[in-house]
Each structure stands twice: as C-alpha cells, then as structure tokens.
C-alpha cells in the first residue's frame, strides 16, 4: 500500500516538474516582446474602447501613442485633456491641443410643434422606420423617437424624454465620442464645440423643404427665411437649401439670431434667462 | 383528380379574398391632373425632357431613360405641363415629379389607334419595348428591354408568362386575362421572337378556372404557347417559384433565372408589349384592383399612370370609415401609405383597403421553436435563426445563414404562431449588411 | 379622412396559428389516450391526471407571480399539457405527493428555471418523470393490476417481465408461457400493464394521427423513432431470434408510442430541420433499443429523449437546410 503512494507521489511530482521545465522553455522561446510602455500607457486611458479616438480600441491607441514621434494628432475625447497630459507625460512628449466636443440634437419636433399623422406598427427602432417610409409625422428629416441613439451611448449620456419623445444630451457626462451619431438614422445629432458653462446655440432643424411646407409639419421648422443669417456679425451661419446652420467654431454665443428667428427654430441652451427691457 | 404542379419548398395558403373576382375592367374617368414620378421602375432615375409650360400629347415622351438600367416615362394625358417638382410617393418620401393639368385626350401622331400587325423582326420588337418605357408590371418594375437582353454566355430556351396573381384580394391580371387573351397570347409570341425561343408556358393558379379555359382554348391556334394550371399555394407567382412549378430548375441564389435558361414576364407586361409592338402605344395606364372588406363596390379599373389615387378610392364609393391601412399591392408584400394624394405608377397592381379590426398587429410571444417559418420559407431559409442573429446583431452569422437570399415574401411572420415580427428583423438585418458591405468596398476603393 | 392611417412594414394579414390554438389540438388529441387508460385504470387515472394538471398549473402561477415577477402565462395551456404527459408516465397506484413533487420538478425546474414557454432544452414532462423514477425506483416500478382482467394479474409491465426473465436465465418461449405477457390484440389495444398513457397503442395512434392531420406535428419524428426501433430490433431479432422479442413487440410495448407521438415531438426541444427530425428520431430509437435490450432499465425511452434532447441544439448549428438553388 506503501508502495503504491510512494509511486503515485513520485510519478505526480514527476509529471509536474518537467511540465514546469517545458513550461518555462517555451515561454521563454516563444516570448513577443512588447515595450512595456504601451501597458503603462494604457492603464492611463479610460479603457471605454468606443472608438472616437479613431483606433481600435484603448490598446491600439496606447501603441499608436508610443509609437507616435508627435503626439499633436493623437487625442482621446473620453479621457479629455488630462488622460492626453498623463499620457505625454509618459512619453516625454507634447500634449496636442484638446478640443472638447459634445453631442446635440438637431430636432426640437416635439408632438406639441410636430403633430403625428400616422401610426407605426413594427419593431421600434428608428432604423426601422425611417427605411419603411418618413416616419409617423410629415417631416421626413426629423428625429423618430425611437431612441436607437439611447442604447449605444456607453457613458449614459443619452436618453429619451418620455414627454417630448426626444432624445436629451447631458452635457456633464458626454464627451464627444460619436457613438450617437453614427446610431441616428436621420443624422440628427452633430458634435459641437463645446462652450464654456456648456452654453450651446444652434439650428435645431435639418428640414430642408421650402418654407411654408416645412412649417405645416413642424411649427418650429426652420424656413430658411436668412434672418439670422442677415443679423449675425461673426459670419458664423451659413443658408443651404432652405435650411440654417450655425458654425460652432466662428459662433460667439451673441444670441442676436435667437431673437429674430421667428419660428423659435433656433436653440439656446444653459443661458442665464433674458433680462426683460422696460419699455420707457 | 390531377396532381397540380407547384414550387417543392414551403409556402403558405393565405385566405383568396378574391372580392373583385369577375368584376369587368372599368375605365376610369380621366383624372383632372395627373403626377409623374421620374423613379417607377428599378434602376436610375429618367430625365427630364420637358419644362413648365410645355404643352404634351397623350403619349409623348417626358423623362427620357438614363443609365443602364432605366426607363423612358410618357405623359398619361395631354395638357400642360404645371410643376416639375418633389412630390411624396408611396414611402412617404419625396421624389422629383412632373405635373400635368389635363386638356382634352389628345394622342402623340405616333400612337395609331388599331393595332397594326405585321412580321416584326426581334430588334424591331425590343427597340419598340425600349421605347415605350415598359417595366415588368407584376411589381417589381424591372425595365422589360433590359432583361430581354440575356447576358453573354447565357441561352433562354423557355418563356414563362405569370399568371398566377397569388396575392389575396387582386384581380387585375385575372380579369386581363379574361378580356385581353388574344392579345397576351400575340404578346407571348412577339416575346419568344425577342427571345428566339419556340416554346412558352403561361402559368395560371388553379383558382381562376374561367381564364385557365378560355386563353387554353385561345392558345391552341398558337404553335408553342402552352397553359398550366398551377396549385394554389402563396408564393406561386414569385419568378423562383414558377421557374420551379413548371420546368423544374432552380435558379441559383444571385443569379439571373437566364442563367437556367428561362426568363419569366407578367400577363400585363405581356399585355402592355402587344400595345407598344404594334400600336406603338407607351405604357401610360394599367388595370388596378380597387378592393377591400368594407369597400362598397370594389372592382377592377383601367386607370391612367399618374392618377392620384384618391379618385380611385372615390370610384369605389370612398374610404370607408372604419379604414385602418391603405396597402399598395397585396396584403404580403404590399406597402402601407399615409396619404392618399401619391399618384399610380407603373409597378402599382392594387389597392386593399384594411379595417381597423384587421389592421393592428397582434402581440408577439416568444418563439416556441415550432419550426413553421422553417417549413413556410420558400427560399428554405431558417426566419427564426435570423431574427435571433439580427436582434444580437450578429451580423456576419446572419449573412454566413443567407439572409440575402430572402425575398421578404412575408411566408414566415404570416405563419408565426407566436406572431414575431420575424420579416421586420430580416429586413433590418438585410439592410444592415447591405451597408457594411456597401462601406467596405468604399473604402477598399480609397486604399 | 380624420383617422390616422395605421403604417407598418409587409405582411399586412395574418394565418391562423396560435399559441392557445396549437395547445388545444395537443390536448384533444390526448383525449383517446385518456379514456382509454381511465377505461383500463378506473378513478385512480383520473385523480392523477388531475392533480398532475392542477399541481402544474399552480406551480407555473405562483412561481411566475411571486419568484420571478413576471406576467402569468397559465392561459396558453402549455402547463396544461406538461401535466397530462407527466401524468401518461406515471404508474396508476403512485401517491398523490409524488405527483406533486413530479410536477413541481417539471415546471419549476425544466421549464421556468429556462425562462418558460419556449426556452426549455429538455422536456418538461420527461425530467419529471426521471426525477422521479431516480429517486423513488420503489414507487415508479410498482403497476397496480389492470382493473378489467381477472386473471391473477401481478402487474408488472411485458418489458418488466421480459427484462426479469432474461436475467433469471429463461429462454424467450419459457418467458412467453410462464409469466403473462398478453397477446399481441391486447397490447395494441391497451389491456396490459404500465403507465397510465402509454398502454393502449391505438389510442395513441388516433391522437398522434389527428395531430398530423392538423399539422401541429410532422410525420419525420414519429416515422423516425419507430422505424429505427423497428428496424434496430429488426435485425437483431433476424440475427439471435432466441435472444431478442421481435420488433412489433417492441413498438406497441412501454413507450414506445407515446413517446414517438406526443413526447419526442415536443415543439421546443427537437430539431427545426426535417433532415435533422430524422436524425433525431433515428438516434431517439436506438438509445432506446440498447437500453431496452442490453441496459440495466426495461424501458429506456424516457432517457433516449431527454439524451436526444441534448442533442438537439448541435442538430440545428449543423443540419442545415438546403437553400434554394444552392449546392
């Protein structure tokens, strides 16, 4: 009996200590040797892996950046300014320049502004409806409410509004990475510069149909009628095909276009309210 | 009792509701104004010849075809020209039309009103076709010149002619082919000189016993046209399909049914062939069936292309109230609308006006792996394996099961007891690898 | 027009399949097989078909309402049917606490712990069934007498008595004249041992026939099952006939038929391919024919399903339909 435990605890021990030798040997042979920078680099950066940096994932952007002489094209929008820094830092290198983005929504067709003329009966995703036909309201540019942009948001900045059925951007948690605007069928949501105190205006309509037609779908419809355009001294708005846009990069959050869109088509967000002048 | 050929896989039996069944073919009062889409075939889009303020002739050209694969588009009326413009079709989005306000009925010279008939040589006939801007009718519109020429390496030996009509509720070729059978018959053989074919079958569901009698008995003066009667089975008038039922061959999954040696048209198109060959008439009208359950006097109209089809529903006795969908088609495949002023066009064989009580779909459960939709699916495609991929997004699993071989027939979530939105995820799903596929070959093209 | 027009994507009508509609079939078709074994069992069958009925039901409800918080789904009649198959597998004299315990077995855990209707891999009323056969063998294997004979009947099943004989070392024809297998008539017929559903085999061929009519089933797994126990035994039977019953025994004996009918052709647990049906029935009839013929257990259906069952997904990912015009 003696014997047969002394045999099994000599094959075992046997066993396992050349498997430890062949182990090691081929570890040792096979090794791929990775600078080990790229690991450090990548413990800095917010490992969400969406993809905005425009590489494969927060490794692939952490050996780009090792491997990068120059870091100024080089920027992650999840980790922001200070991930870029701790990450040159590192490197020994120069931080590019960051400029934050967020997302905003191009559509304020609410049912109140926007009345529904038919009924969608399917799967509900705006994916779905808008390749079937225009959508349960006359505009065919608008936002269908679905919400296909809540779900690929990995930083819940993004959800629907369960009144106004229109998705809401929180601007403290979204940083810019565009997985909404790939999501939205209608190209709907836009990354814009972002302001400080996350003032934001803009054109929130994409409706390009003439003026009069785009109105009896939405009251809110831009009509391309250039009275921003004429008012705005920075140059920042430009007209295309019945429609307004309003350059985040040139635009100094003035308001002048706010006050004389007639159709409330533009947007102001996170302003102080307006002071109301006494008329003499 | 004979055993009726048919399509070997799947296939459902959806009630006939063939309400409109024997109704002669009414001639529609000439509408006031008539809309012309430049879009009513598959393929690019006709350009425009005409400007505001022309003054046009039933049957002139307006839009001439464009591209490879397009088509010319004549004016269904005469008058003046009134808007060219973007206008909303059937999917609810707009596309460039042209207007026309009636004047009179006044015919192009070049339309004569007795057919003229002769010994056609086949270019003769096909350049005919090419002009008259005619399309496969039976829905899919498919500019009828283009798919006469058979590709190099290929030779048809046998026409098909579909008249198989197995959507419920339509009756338009059915009743075509009750009035017109002489001149679907001498369309058939003018299609076979195109061809160089000395055989063709006319196709018919055994479900229309008058017009299976009448073009048999018609078709024995004619060397080479035969008529079966098929069995009653939904998907039978799919081109696949009746390639099967009647000669046996498969078409391969991507491939042209000339690749097999047959090509296959509708008795309209057919129809519509005769008229241009020898009355050199475009095609600027067709039958559509007008019909539905609360419908007050449903029937079959010859209407002119372009008509908005309000007037249409007004001709019927108007929109019942208890309406819920307006379908473009048969109830399978048909596309539901949101407004009524959208205009005829070529491809549009019917209207069925759904009541409410019919029209709200029921709540889906989840699958109970019955297989149905595997034993429906005509393509012999597994719907259920499918729409799981798709909901997981699973998009290259999707496409390794063939889900772009679906023909979106509608044969799976018909019979789902489950009721599972079965072809709405395929559609997503086939759409989704359509545009990675499309993307990628983009980008390969920049590198 | 001031109605707002309904929008949807193709079709735009609908066939008559339902959930509801395809149990209802199910259990009509498992009327014959009820009268029969109520005509052959007295009271005693009713009573457990009804609290196996009653038990699942309760069970599906209060687990669904109070453990999981999700809306009930009792109406569909799905646990309906679980009841009436786990109660065909039961012996007619088995205690109304095991039927409980069997049904809480196949609806707690084969079926709900899944995610109900639709999700489960294996049958319900089979894992209820060997649950309890494993645990409680006494209870399971003891048949009451079949009320209508008056012979002095012990009770024990033909496969039971042939199972026994084979091993105490009798011969075939010494087992057919010692013990009491009954003709053949009357084992078509049902008047023979075992549980309550499997014994009478035109029964279950009327039931099994009426499902196909309707289309609830198709006729590969049925066909499958019995023809490769049919043909497994066959050959056997033409190669050592001293050793082996002969084929027709074994498919009008134990459950053979009830189980090539109503149990291996459950929707959710078999394959979604006629290729893979077949493969599925085929494997279904030989798992049972070893363990009838050379396993410890006289009748090894019950496993062979479940085993098949198992099977099942792997028969989907690998047994494709051919595609049209495909090679």
Redo the contacts between chains.
């Keep these: 009996m003696s014997e047969t435990l002394i045999y099994t605890i000599v094959v075992i021990s046997a066993i396992g200590a050349v498997s430890a030798v062949v182990l090691y040997w081929v570890s040792q042979k096979f090794q791929v040797y990775t600078d080990p920078r790229i690991d450090e680099a990548e413990a800095l950066l917010p490992a969400s892996n969406c993809g905005s940096c425009g590489f494969p994932g927060c490794r692939a952007f952490a050996e780009a950046c090792v491997a990068a002489e120059n870091m100024s094209n080089l920027s992650c929008p999840v980790g922001g300014a200070e991930t870029m820094q701790a990450v040159a830092r590192l490197l020994g290198l120069e931080a590019g320049h960051f400029k934050p983005r967020t997302a905003v929504l191009r559509c304020n067709g609410t049912c109140e502004y926007r009345p ?8 509900k ?1 705006c ?2 409806v808008s ?6 309201t006359d505009c ?1 540019y608008g936002c269908l409410g679905y919400g296909d942009c809540v779900p690929v948001c990995q930083f819940d900045a993004i959800h629907l509004n369960p009144v106004t059925h229109l998705p809401e951007v929180d601007d403290v948690k979204c940083n810019g990475c565009g997985a909404c605007v790939d999501a939205c069928p209608r190209l709907l949501i836009e990354l814009r510069r972002q302001m400080p105190k996350h003032r934001k205006i803009f054109v929130a309509c994409r409706n390009q ?1 003439e003026g009069l037609v785009a109105l009896k779908a939405c009251s809110v419809a831009c009509t391309g009628c250039s009275k921003c355009f004429e008012v705005c001294t920075f140059g920042a708005i430009e007209m295309q095909k019945n429609l307004a846009y309003i350059d985040a990069e040139k635009c100094t959050l003035c308001r002048k276009c706010v006050s004389v869109c007639e159709s409330n088509s533009i947007l102001e967000m996170n302003f102080p309210a307006r002071k109301i002048k006494n008329e003499a | 009792m004979k055993i009726l050929k048919t399509f070997r896989f799947g296939g459902i039996h959806p009630g006939a509701e063939k309400l409109t069944a024997g109704r002669t073919i009414r001639v529609l009062s000439l509408p006031e104004k008539v809309i012309l889409p430049v879009v009513q075939h598959a393929g690019s889009p006709a350009a425009v010849i005409v400007k505001v303020g022309d003054r046009v002739k039933t049957g002139s050209l307006i839009a001439r075809m464009s591209g490879a694969v397009s088509a010319n588009i004549h004016a269904s009326v005469s008058g003046i020209v009134t808007k060219i413009e973007e206008t909303v079709d059937a999917s609810g989005y707009k596309i460039n039309s042209v207007q026309i306000t009636r004047e009179g009925d006044d015919w192009d010279d070049s339309v004569s009103l007795t057919p003229v008939i002769k010994d056609f040589t086949p270019q003769e006939i096909l350049q005919k076709i090419k002009e008259a801007g005619i399309v496969g009718m039976g829905g899919a519109s498919f500019p009828t010149h283009v798919k006469l020429e058979i590709p190099e390496g290929m030779k048809v030996d046998t026409l098909l002619i579909n008249g198989v009509e197995c959507e419920p509720y339509l009756t338009a070729d059915h009743q075509l082919m009750l009035e017109k059978g002489e001149e679907i018959l001498q369309g058939t053989q003018l299609l076979m000189k195109v061809l160089g074919v000395d055989r063709a079958i006319i196709g018919i569901e055994v479900n229309k016993p008058d017009a299976i009698h009448s073009l048999n008995n018609l078709s024995k003066k004619y060397v080479g046209i035969t008529v079966e009667a098929l069995a009653m089975k939904y998907p039978q008038g799919s081109e696949k399909q009746l390639i099967q039922a009647l000669t046996g061959r498969q078409v391969p999954p991507g491939a042209l049914p000339a690749s097999v040696g047959v090509l296959v048209n509708n008795v309209a198109t057919t129809y519509a062939v005769y008229e241009a060959v020898t009355k050199n008439k475009p095609l600027i009208e067709r039958v559509v069936t007008v019909t539905g359950k609360s419908v007050k006097l449903p029937g079959n109209f010859l209407v002119r292309i372009g008509t908005p089809i309000n007037e249409l529903i007004e001709a019927v006795g108007g929109m019942p109230e208890n309406t819920g969908k307006v379908v473009i088609g048969g109830p399978m495949m048909g596309r539901t609308v949101a407004n009524l002023h959208i205009p005829v066009t070529k491809g549009m064989s019917g209207i069925v006006l759904i009541p409410d009580s019919e029209a709200s779909r029921q709540t889906d459960l989840p699958c109970i792996r019955c297989a149905k939709c595997v034993e429906g699916c005509p393509m012999n495609l597994e719907p259920y394996l499918m729409m799981q991929l798709v909901e997981k997004g699973m998009w290259d699993l999707a496409e390794e099961n063939h889900i772009t071989d679906c023909m979106e027939c509608g044969s799976c979530s018909f019979t789902c007891p489950s009721a599972r939105p079965i072809l709405d995820n395929i559609r997503i799903g086939k759409s989704k690898i359509r545009k990675i596929r499309s993307d990628q070959q983009k980008s390969n093209a920049k590198s | 027009m001031s109605n707002i027009l309904t929008v949807s994507p193709s079709p735009h009508t609908k066939g008559e399949e339902s959930i509801p509609k395809i149990m209802r079939t199910v259990i009509v078709a498992m009327i014959p097989a009820m009268i029969m074994s109520v005509i052959f069992f007295g009271p005693a069958s009713l009573k457990i078909m009804a609290v196996a009925v009653i038990a699942c039901l309760l069970f599906e409800y209060s687990i669904q309402k109070y453990l999981l918080r999700v809306p009930t789904t009792i109406r569909d009649g799905s646990a309906v049917i679980t009841g009436l198959l786990l109660a065909f597998n039961l012996p007619s004299g088995i205690p109304v606490w095991l039927v409980v315990a069997g049904s809480l077995v196949a609806i707690g855990i084969a079926k709900l712990s899944f995610g109900g209707l639709g999700q489960n891999p294996f049958n319900p009323a089979l894992v209820g069934r060997v649950f309890l056969l494993i645990s409680f063998p006494v209870q399971m294997t003891t048949w009451s007498a079949n009320i209508t004979t008056t012979d002095t009947f012990t009770g024990a099943t033909p496969l039971g008595l042939l199972k026994e004989g084979l091993r105490s070392g009798k011969s075939l024809t010494q087992i057919a004249s010692d013990s009491q297998i009954p003709g053949y008539f009357d084992m078509f017929w049902g008047n023979m041992s075992g549980s309550l559903g499997e014994i009478s085999a035109i029964a279950i061929l009327l039931g099994g026939l009426y499902l196909l009519w309707k289309k609830i089933i198709t006729w590969h797994i049925p066909a499958a099952v019995l023809g490769s126990i049919f043909l497994f035994e066959g050959i056997l039977w033409i190669l050592a006939p001293g050793r082996f019953m002969d084929p027709v025994f074994h498919l009008i004996t134990g459950g053979a038929m009830l189980g090539a009918f109503f149990m291996a052709t459950d929707l959710t647990t078999s394959p979604m391919t006629p290729k893979g049906k077949l493969i599925f029935g085929a494997g279904i009839g030989v798992i049972t024919m070893c363990i009838r013929n050379f396993g410890a257990y006289p009748e090894g259906i019950s496993f062979a399903i479940l085993i098949m069952n198992g099977f099942t997904p792997l028969i989907n990912a690998t047994v494709k339909p051919k595609r049209f015009g495909g090679k």
């Design positions: 529904k003329t038919s009924n969608y009966q399917g799967v995703t994916i779905a390749s079937l036909y225009r959508g349960e065919q149909d």
